[in-house]
């Protein structure tokens, strides 16, 4: 029995020893996600209601539980490829429900962060870990859920490279955070170069070669161009924190300080260079800044100061501050206004009916862009709207709309009456929808000119929140031998009266597909050869089968 004590001890010992290292690696993330918690549940039962970037994902989530195999959605803008919002996000949203993936990534990427500020061995890693909780909570309250996803990933990614170097596996995490929000895969390409900058090239590669192989593979097989408006204000706040953390963080923080300097080169790029990008850019500072800033800050001495010392200490703590305002009145800003269910929202039965009785399965329908964007989700699964919810896809193929607007580069004048005539016939818009709610900011213009009922416009049913006008003379939606029997989110039916070409005003998209005859690009739209009359489908599906071009 004697000879067996030292091994028991021994065993004592471990145990102990492994219980004092999962309590060091494991209290601060547990920590710093529950202190959340409360703040989570009242997004759960009072803020998620569905409006703002929630409306996005609500529609997403709709229409693949419905149409789980098509991978474009003719719904929203004439066509737009689900894969362009995200690969994987939407599925995981139409499974589980939008509120619960939402949720779960907030708090997945709370507990990630605090295991990350462990990792790196700051003194005090409570504080950011909270901060950083507290930021990734404020982005769930405005509904990002597809960008929560993605950043839960990129922080797995980064937490399995600090501290160990699991290489491989963080490759795939950023892989994944990348097919969840390619804004997520943007922000590992900025840690990716703070690597590369001071030639740790494991730790690079791992965070820079996913994203661009994902982005890259997205682009070819599902094309598409937009611009994300960005004016020269909101450079100003990420470029700040940059500075303040180049300024104050220690010279040993050489990849911190090199990702700081790319984030700020990368943040006047983007405002220079119109790209998809545009002010999704100033997200990664939302989430970081705070906590980042806080831990560069450095131990109050116990000796009186310099008076430039102390100057630089105060601007720098203002500077925190400012930081954690900034990421709180975005949030507060997206509960104001989405937080409230309109009335008009409340009221759609009657507006459906409607748009039944007058033949809106047969041509596309515009409906005036609320603030909050229910009206994207609530009215997807009925009609094709000529917009939706996708401020890129909404630049694009709507400039006049944001005539003036900062960073969209669209020229002063773009929007007149005449041009909204124009821009109707171009998509093939047969009946305009007005609430009696407010307008997003570029609709302004078009809610006025709606409203004051311009010739080529035709009240055909009204109530009490909702209005609905004909457009006079309206392009169809076929041109050509053929007409629209029918459409939905996933498909058009055309039926034709003899051989010929049909135009079809859908934005041309590679995955289009018909039960008969051939599809070629006609511009920006779709041309249907066909050998005879008859009815034929256009839709599109997931395969390795290529469909028949002419």
């Known amino acids: 029995m004697a000879q067996d004590a030292p091994p028991s001890r021994s065993r004592s010992s471990r145990a102990a020893t492994d219980r004092a290292t999962w309590h060091v690696r494991h209290r601060v993330p547990l920590l710093s996600t529950l202190a959340l918690l409360p703040l989570y549940a009242v997004w759960w039962v009072f803020f998620a209601k569905g409006a703002g970037d929630l409306a996005a994902q609500q529609a997403w989530a709709d229409f693949v539980a419905e149409h789980p195999g098509t991978p474009y959605n003719l719904s929203w803008y004439g066509g737009v490829h689900t894969a362009n919002y995200s690969l994987i996000s939407p599925y995981l949203m139409a499974a589980l429900g939008v509120k619960t993936v939402t949720l779960l990534s907030g708090l997945a990427s709370g507990w990630l962060g605090g295991m990350l500020w462990v990792r790196t061995g700051v003194a005090r890693p409570l ?3 909270l901060l950083t909780s507290y930021a990734l909570c404020c982005n769930v309250i405005s509904g990002r859920s597809t960008f929560a996803l993605g950043i839960a990933f990129a922080l797995g990614a980064c937490v399995l490279l600090i501290g160990a170097r699991r290489i491989w596996w963080a490759g795939l995490c950023a892989a994944l ?3 969840g929000s390619p804004v997520a895969g943007l922000y590992l390409v900025v840690v990716g170069a703070a690597f590369l900058l001071v030639r740790d090239w494991g730790r690079a590669l791992s965070l820079l070669l996913p994203p661009f192989v994902v982005v890259g593979a997205t682009t070819l097989l599902f094309p598409f161009e937009g611009v994300q408006p960005m004016g ?3 450079v100003l706040a990420p470029v700040l924190f940059c ?5 104050m963080a220690p010279a040993k923080w050489r990849t911190l300080k090199a990702g700081a300097a790319v984030y700020a080169l990368g ?11 545009g002010t999704n850019v100033e997200r990664f500072a939302q989430l970081i800044a705070p906590a980042v800033l806080l831990a560069c800050l450095p131990a109050k001495p116990a000796g009186p100061q310099p008076r430039a010392d102390r100057i630089k200490r105060v601007a720098y703590i203002l500077t925190l501050v400012f930081s954690v305002y900034w990421v709180t009145q975005k949030a507060v800003d997206d ?3 989405y937080t409230k269910v309109p009335a008009w929202a409340q009221h759609t039965d009657g507006l459906v009916d409607a748009l039944d009785r007058l033949g809106a399965d047969r041509t596309r329908v515009e409906v005036v862009p609320a603030r909050d964007h229910r009206e994207a989700v609530l009215l997807a699964p009925h009609v094709n709207l000529a917009k939706g919810w996708n401020r890129q896809a909404d630049v694009q193929r709507g400039p006049l709309f944001y005539d003036g607007y900062p960073g969209a580069g669209v020229p002063d004048g773009s929007f007149s009456a005449s041009a909204y005539k124009e821009w109707l016939d171009r998509w093939a818009v047969g ?8 307008p997003d900011g570029p609709a302004e213009r078009e809610a006025a ?14 109530d009490e929140h909702w209005t609905v006008y004909r457009v006079r003379d309206a392009e169809p939606l076929v041109s050509g031998p053929a007409e629209v029997v029918r459409s939905d989110e996933a498909s058009v039916v055309v039926r034709a009266s003899a051989k010929g070409s049909v135009r079809v005003k859908v934005a041309y998209s590679p995955w289009l597909t018909t039960s008969g005859g051939c599809l070629a690009k006609d511009g920006e739209f779709v041309r249907l050869d066909v050998d005879g009359p008859g009815e034929y489908t256009i839709g599109s599906a997931y395969g390795w089968r290529p469909p028949k071009r002419c």
């Open 449 to 462: 000119l709606v409203r004051s009922e311009p010739e080529f416009l035709e009240k055909a049913w009204q």
């Open 243 to 247: 500075a303040a953390v180049l300024f």
């Open 335 to 337: 509960i104001v206004v």
């Open 127 to 129: 504080g950011p870990a």
């Open 431 to 438: 009946l305009v929808v007005l609430h009696d709610g407010r």
């Open 267 to 277: 943040t006047v790029l983007t405002w220079l260079i119109a790209s998809p990008i």
């Open 232 to 234: 020269w204000g909101r």
């Open 177 to 179: 955070a990348t097919m």
